[in-house]
């Protein structure tokens, strides 16, 4: 059964602190995404990889940092937690060569910046 | 950015009901996925109908694409209590997603 795992459920932080969330696929997919889900905004892309130490911006990348040093390990990395960062934080794998392109997700990370 | 627009936000039938869901987008597309959430946890892919298609189906989804008007419709027919999630359709862009705000479906018993 593939999988797609993420370091913690539920995460709580204080503002300033730095934040490191951990995902790990074991599809041997080259594409990795991390994503934050906020109500009534959908999924937003933070980060995006495309292959071990390589890394493309998403949409919302301010406050945020990536790495990929294993080809199944993408770490989101906050450097200074702030409370606009609460979330709830997404990761998720696919195929560089699937067919389409169908993302498998991880449970979720719901993080708390007090 | 956003991409698809899902309508209706929220969705609150009786079970047995059927369920229609639709998604707009805003650019040419290769293919539309639709996705389903179980409260508070990650998204599981549901069918995927490709800009070339016109609908498609599996099991009780059957989806269709009208690319003229940039929109796509899921039907959930027979909705059963398990199906109460909230529904994403996404577009690809050159491997990456692209996300709607998501449907909320609630059965009811």
């Known amino acids: 059964d593939v999988k797609v795992t993420q370091s913690s459920r539920y995460l709580v932080k204080r503002t300033g602190e730095k934040v490191f969330l951990e995902c790990v696929q074991d599809m041997d997919h080259e594409n990795m995404f991390w994503y934050r889900q906020d109500p009534g905004l959908g999924l937003r892309l933070i980060y995006f990889?495309?292959?071990?130490?390589?890394?493309e911006k998403g949409d919302i990348p301010e406050g945020y940092s990536v790495s990929r040093e294993k080809k199944e390990r993408f770490s989101l990395i906050l450097e200074s937690a702030s409370t606009n960062q609460t979330s709830m934080y997404l990761c998720?794998?696919?195929?560089?060569?699937?067919?389409?392109?169908?993302?498998?997700f991880g449970p979720g990370t719901r993080l708390t910046v007090l | 950015s956003q991409q698809g627009e899902e309508d209706p936000q929220a969705l609150s039938i009786q079970e047995g009901e059927n369920a229609t869901m639709n998604c707009s987008y805003k650019t040419s597309i290769n293919n539309l996925q639709w996705y389903r959430q179980n409260s508070g946890r990650g998204l599981v892919h549901l069918i995927l109908i490709r800009s070339n298609e016109r609908e498609k189906h599996s099991g009780r989804l059957r989806v269709t694409l009208d690319t003229s008007k940039k929109s796509s419709s899921l039907l959930i027919t027979a909705s059963r209590a398990a199906d109460t999630a909230s529904y994403f359709c996404?577009?690809?862009?050159?491997?990456?997603?692209?996300w709607g705000a998501g449907t909320k479906l609630i059965i009811k018993p």
């Open positions: 990889s495309y292959d071990v130490k390589m890394k």
């Open positions: 998720a794998s696919s195929s560089f060569w699937g067919r389409d392109d169908e993302q498998f």
């Open positions: 996404a577009t690809d862009s050159n491997y990456q997603l692209i």
